[in-house]
């Protein structure tokens, strides 16, 4: 099949034409795969997740997703995808808990390439794995989406990790593959899915583990993740879910002495990141109204252990990324 777009093809803007992109690609599925097996990694990302839901549409339970939980995930994530999938759509899910597999791993691994190299070949290790067990799997699916394909992007062009070991060597079914990544979402919304599933910000393939700044360490990585669940919580509250492109927190792996109820301490700071960018490859620092600041620095000061310091990121992309490593 042709990896190209094809010309005709109508940009997908309303329900309707998702509607009618859905039956499309039902049918398309059905037709390539018939009675077979599809295997999934379901990340539980915009696009992994609209995959999933219009192949449970297509083919039911022959449609076997695999979430591995490798830690890094944000706040409340694997429990939303086994309620979304197992308990609402009825998926055929097999949920894995490779939290300790991966911290393991990554133990006193300082380098930012390193991390994400055992990041990505421990995952693909993990799925191959839990694909050994499962009898008559004739299809991998896929939610590449058209960016992928042309490579336009720079995020997944230099952050994918290898290609795919032999266990996983399946006839691809790919059915978002001419889709844009607002198409995806359109799509995404007429098949039912939640809306801080379809309309999430972007979210890197490594997690929370390029934000745990340094050698990972459990206590630092539960601060990350609980500093970004108060911050989206305080930009949802703010009104400001989709109107930010990207906001999350990092920890760095330095200390710094502080006092609480009068006692010193001697904790970890949290810097807050938020930007808005077209594309990425620049962006710009979000102006965030100062009393919305300073509740966020309260409530995780306040909440977050072994934190006592918060800092605000304001550099644009040059000269700092977005991710902090
Ligand atoms: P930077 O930090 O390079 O990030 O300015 C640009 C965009 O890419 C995301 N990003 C990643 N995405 N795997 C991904 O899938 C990665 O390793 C990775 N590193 C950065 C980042 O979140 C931002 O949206």
Known sequence: MSNRRPETMERITTPALASAFIDEQIAAVREQVGDGKVLLALSGGVDSSVVAALLIRAIGKNLVCVHVNHGLLRKGEPEQVI????????????????????????????????KRKIIGKEFIDVFAEEAKKLDGIGFLAQGTIYPDILESGPVKSHHNVGGLPEELNFELVEPVKFLYKDEVRVVGKELGLPDNMVYRQPFPGPGLGVRCVGAITRDRLEAVRESDAILREEFARAGLEGKVWQYFTIVPDFRSTGITDGLRTYDWPVVIRAVNTVDAVTADVAELDFNLVKRIVARITGEVKGVNRVLWDVTPKPSGTIEWE
């Open 83 to 114: 309620k979304v999938f197992r308990e609402e759509l009825g998926a055929n899910l097999i949920y894995v808990d490779a939290v300790d597999r991966f911290l393991d791993k990554l133990a006193g691994v300082a380098d930012p390439e390193r």
